[in-house]
């Protein structure tokens, strides 16, 4: 946002900036940077990291400076240094060869992505097909169908895709779902799942993890009040675009930005309620930093609307542990 000059004297307009809470880091992205930080502590840099441990670029550049290298494949990481995979969950191939490599690997894959791995697991154990909602080609959904043999899943997008679904034994079906997804769509998407296949099973709550349900209701209910929404996180972060959507669906202009920089001095034009959140891999720091800039030019009032409290944490791998517990 480039400021303009202004005259000493000159009052600044009011701003009231509505912070949604929560927002920001969630129990998994935490535990996945912790694992980074601790494993950069106990081997030294250099440590690999395979995919963004998060998405987020001011998470990964931090993590660049402090040794990290990241990587797309396990082919690009050399002999004998640790690697971890990210929050999203791995294929059990690279996992696999990993071991074969004989490369200390540790598996940052979130615990709520890692239960999906199991129900998926499970149901093609007990000899279903699975249809699994997700979005095409992200880090999560390649990992959780890297979990089965091929053929044992199929991926819907949208609720058009259920019509086009040529199951070959529709009384055998299951559906699971990725973590990161709209709430609104998927229960459509679940909807129309049950009235084509009414005896499919699946979770009893679709997968959706309790950070992007909580996030998502933090903007529901404070997007009708504002003029605009602000919602920092990256451009291939499923949780973040899904907020700025569930903005837009409430009568809300909203634009995803990755750092304050990127606002742009004419969204502001007309607005006097500012709604404000952050993606689960977007840090803290990124939400006071637009809050710092909106304030050189707005006399900013801060509100934060709070849906919920998050108490969720998950446990590090062993082997981490022992170094968290002593430090
Ligand atoms: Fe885990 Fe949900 Fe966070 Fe993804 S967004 S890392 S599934 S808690």
Not at 72 to 82: A, F, K, M, N, W
Request: charged share 25%; hydrophobic share 40%; net charge negative.
């Amino acid at each position: 946002m480039s400021e303009t000059a202004r005259h000493p004297l000159q009052v600044k307009p009011p701003l009231l900036v509505k912070i949604a809470a929560p927002r920001g880091f969630c129990a998994g992205v935490d535990r996945a940077i912790e694992i980074v930080e601790l494993s950069l502590h106990k081997y030294g840099a250099p440590v690999y990291v395979r995919h963004e441990i998060v998405h987020n670029k001011y998470v990964v550049d931090s993590l660049k400076e402090k040794g990290a290298v990241f990587v797309e494949e396990l082919d690009e990481v050399p002999d004998g240094v640790p690697v971890v995979f990210s929050a999203h969950g791995v294929p059990k191939a690279v996992p696999h060869e990993a071991a074969e490599r004989g490369l200390n690997y540790l598996d940052a894959t979130c615990p709520l992505v890692s239960k999906v791995h199991r129900q998926a697991e499970r149901q093609v154990e007990a000899g279903r097909h699975i249809i699994f909602i997700g979005h095409r080609g992200h880090p999560e959904v390649i990992g959780t169908f890297g979990q089965v043999a091929p053929g044992h899943m199929t991926l819907v997008e949208t609720v058009d895709d259920v019509g086009t679904l040529q199951p070959d034994d529709e009384s055998n079906l299951a559906f699971l779902t990725q973590t990161t997804l709209s709430v609104d769509d998927t229960a459509e998407i679940v909807v129309a799942l049950r009235k084509r296949f009414p005896r499919i099973v699946g979770p009893k709550a679709e997968d959706i993890c309790y950070a992007t349900s909580n996030r998502q209701a933090a903007v529901k209910a404070m997007a009708s009040s504002c003029d605009l929404v602000l919602v920092i996180g990256a451009p291939n972060s499923s949780n973040s675009l899904r907020l700025v959507e569930v903005a837009e669906r409430h009568g809300t202009r909203s634009r995803l930005i990755q750092r304050a920089q990127e606002i742009e001095l004419g969204w502001l034009d007309g607005v006097t309620t500012l709604g404000l959140t952050a993606g689960a891999s977007a840090p803290e720091v990124l939400v006071r930093e637009v809050i710092d800039l909106l304030s050189h030019r707005f006399d900013v009032i801060e509100e934060t609307v709070r849906t919920v409290d998050e108490r969720i944490t998950f446990k590090l791998p062993r082997g981490l542990t022992e170094q968290a517990d002593a430090a």
